[in-house]
RNA sequence: GUGGGCGUAGCUCAGUUGGUUAGAGCACCAGGUUGUGGCCCUGGGGGCCGGGGGUUCGAAUCCCCUCGCUCACCCCA
């Protein structure tokens, strides 16, 4: 028996990195205000197909698409903005007034080919506001997702930042760039030939080295910018360098999703290899309108939980269960113990005194491995000789009254 | 979807030009200490040698297929 491709476990003593870094992303979140949403790991088909982009690798290659019973197409969430939009509008959440904040937590899924830090079930964090078109918001997500990361003790992150235009001018671009690109299609590998027609601000990124270079040369979607959305991104810059954050200009950064408008941006890690994005995010001004909703700008970014947990797990290997071992080991001398163990075992937890004992019948001796193995603080001995307290760190131990014993541990813990 | 590397014990890996019952270290279990951990010593349990097929008197070793892992392309978080 094995997982499936491209998904894996993550086991005890790896789960609390896990939820350190869930920790930290709802501690920094909230500190922002975003609320935690959860919406369905499946959704219709065609929410995908609408908000992504029918042309997108995403929707085109890379969705878990299935029929239910009753014939309906559904799909396992490839990303998070989607769902998020479609509660928005679902439930109204406009009538409430202004700016709305979500965050969520989860798996997402995409049937790609499986490699370091990109698995087909992955997991991601993420934010999205909603009903906004300051650029202090755009400033305040991309400081957001840096104050998340460096919380967590991730270093040389950079920044990457570009904006590529809204409704009015980026179609204006495109054209620029489409007749730019048909000049030189010959000199093009296949797959930018066939962006050049469909998707031409994905030759941007492309990442072989003929491609670079004519690309070069290509107009920048900067230049392109209409006079708001020039104001925007002027504005998002001032911003930034206000709160001091560094970030470089990446006119070629376009990001694998069609709804972003105006600000893109993405966050690397050096330590990754490849696939070294661990967040990335931008605005979504036309979305929520595409959906059926009234004209709403919105912004937001997510980050991958897997590649995080990557990054930590390169420093820090093995944090091993130090942490949560319990407090008290019971050993007994005998079967005839047992039932006192089992009821001093409840005695213990039911005060708050995590407790383990030995359901294997064992020596003493191999208890007491057991025990030194668990890392715990205290050994309680079951016997003959009544109850004996034992510190396993010190080495000392006494014996002890029954109904001392759990005063006693408690004490000894404060301390 | 394409290409490279790799699959031997729970883990990290040996395994000589194909040749006896496939090994080591760590981990695990037991004992040494007839109630007491860590160190040490002794012993022990564990392997469809990823799976299937083929070549051969004989395959962990050679060939083919397949599955998986991994790195890169691609894509993205």
């Not at 500190?31 to 609408?50: C, V």
């Not at 954050?245 to 690397?268: A, K």
């Not at 490849?274 to 595409?290: K, M, P, T, Y």
């Not at 990054?311 to 080991?329: D, L």
Request: charged residues 30%.
């Amino acid at each position: 028996m094995k997982a499936p491709r491209g998904t894996r476990d993550v086991l005890p003593g790896e789960t609390e990195k896990w939820q350190k870094i869930e920790k930290i992303a709802r501690r920094v979140f909230s500190l922002y205000n975003y609320g935690e949403i959860r919406t369905p790991i499946f959704e219709d088909t065609s929410l995908f197909e609408r908000s992504i982009g029918a042309s997108t690798d995403i929707v085109e290659k890379e969705m878990y698409t299935f029929l239910d019973k009753k014939g309906r197409s559904l799909t396992l969430r490839p990303e998070g903005t989607a769902g998020v939009v479609r509660a928005y509008l679902e439930h109204k959440l406009y009538s409430r007034g202004g700016l709305e904040k979500f965050f969520y937590i989860g798996p997402f899924f995409r049937y790609e080919r499986p490699q370091a830090g990109r698995n087909r079930q992955f997991y991601q964090v993420g934010v999205e506001a909603i009903g906004s078109d300051n650029p202090a918001l755009d400033a305040e997500v991309i400081r957001l997702s840096l104050d998340f990361l460096n919380s967590l003790g991730l270093k040389t992150l950079q920044v990457s930042l570009n904006s590529i235009g809204c409704s009015a001018c980026q179609p204006v671009y495109r054209n620029g760039l489409q007749e730019f690109l048909e000049k030189h299609l010959e000199e093009l590998c296949d797959d930018c030939r066939e962006r050049a027609r469909r998707n031409p601000l994905r030759v941007l990124d492309c990442k072989r080295e003929k491609c670079i270079a004519i690309v070069e040369d290509a107009p920048a979607t900067l230049d392109f910018l209409c006079p708001s959305c020039k104001t925007h991104f002027e504005s998002v810059r001032r911003y930034l360098d206000v709160l001091g954050t560094i970030y470089e200009l990446s006119p070629r950064l376009v990001r694998g999703l069609d709804y972003y408008t105006r600000t893109t941006f993405e966050i690397v890690h050096s330590g990754l290899g490849a696939q070294n994005a661990v967040a990335g995010g931008g605005r979504f001004d036309r979305l929520i309108e595409e959906f059926g909703g009234k004209p709403t700008p919105a912004v937001g970014f997510a980050a991958g939980v897997d590649r995080i947990a990557l990054i930590m797990g390169k420093g820090e290997e093995k944090s091993a269960r130090g942490g949560n071992a319990p407090i008290v080991y019971i050993a007994t001398a005998g079967r005839e113990y047992l039932e006192e163990c089992i009821l001093l075992l409840n005695d213990l937890r039911s005060s708050g005194v995590s407790a383990e004992m030995d359901y294997d019948g064992r020596s003493l001796k191999s208890q007491f491995r057991v025990a030194d193995k668990l890392g715990v603080r205290f050994a309680i001995i079951l016997g003959q000789e009544g109850i004996i307290l034992r510190d396993m760190r010190k080495g000392e131990q006494k014996e002890v009254k029954r109904e001392e014993i759990i005063d006693g541990v408690k004490s000894c813990i404060m301390t």
